[in-house]
């Protein structure tokens, strides 16, 4: 499993300022990154993997977003065109990304993953703010510089607003004389 130490040791080698932030109390999921650093959650990043069916075919997709502004499924089924797409289950986030499931941090995700970053989480940050995210651990954060960290993504901007529903269009009662 990665960790802070191997996420630490990467973003040395690419000369990328940033701090391991030690918490004062274990995590059991980024969702708690916010309470637990008093942090603005749309300054909080978490990596969400969903589990996308297109014709029968099954493949992981990981959104990054902000804590508590996951997107729909359907949005990403939407995005992608899937027939089906729902949460992954915590094996398959585990097998896939090589973090702890609920900790998995956006950097050091496998090449062969489909990445998309929400474009609401890269809007609502200015790129000097320093944003948190998970380590894989559950004693540590990663403070980073946003621009840095979009830079570093290797994932797709995506619009995952969830989906608005068709509006519904009147139509005339066929029995209806003018």
């Not at 630490?8 to 300022?17: C, D, F, N, T, Y």
Request: hydrophobic content about 50%; charged content about 20%.
């Amino acid at each position: 499993m990665k960790d802070a130490l191997a996420i630490h040791r990467w973003l040395l080698a690419h000369q990328i300022h940033h701090e391991i932030v030690r918490l004062p109390r274990p995590l059991t999921c980024a969702d708690e990154l916010p309470e637990i650093l008093d942090a603005p959650a749309a300054r909080c990043v978490c990596v969400t993997v969903f589990d996308a069916v297109t014709r029968g075919v099954a493949e992981p997709v990981a959104v990054v977003g902000a804590v508590g502004a996951a997107p729909a499924p359907s949005a990403v089924a939407a995005l992608l065109g899937a027939d089906r797409v729902s949460a992954a289950s915590a094996f398959l986030v585990n097998s896939v990304t090589d973090y702890a499931a609920g900790l998995v941090c956006p950097l050091l995700l496998p090449d062969g993953l489909t990445v998309l970053v929400d474009r609401r989480l890269a809007d609502g940050v200015h790129p000097d703010e320093s944003v948190y995210t998970v380590t894989g651990e559950r004693r540590t954060a990663l403070r980073i510089r946003a621009r840095h960290l979009f830079s570093l993504v290797a994932g797709d901007s995506a619009d995952l607003a969830t989906p608005r529903p068709r509006a519904l269009t009147t139509l005339g009662s066929p029995m209806r004389t003018a």
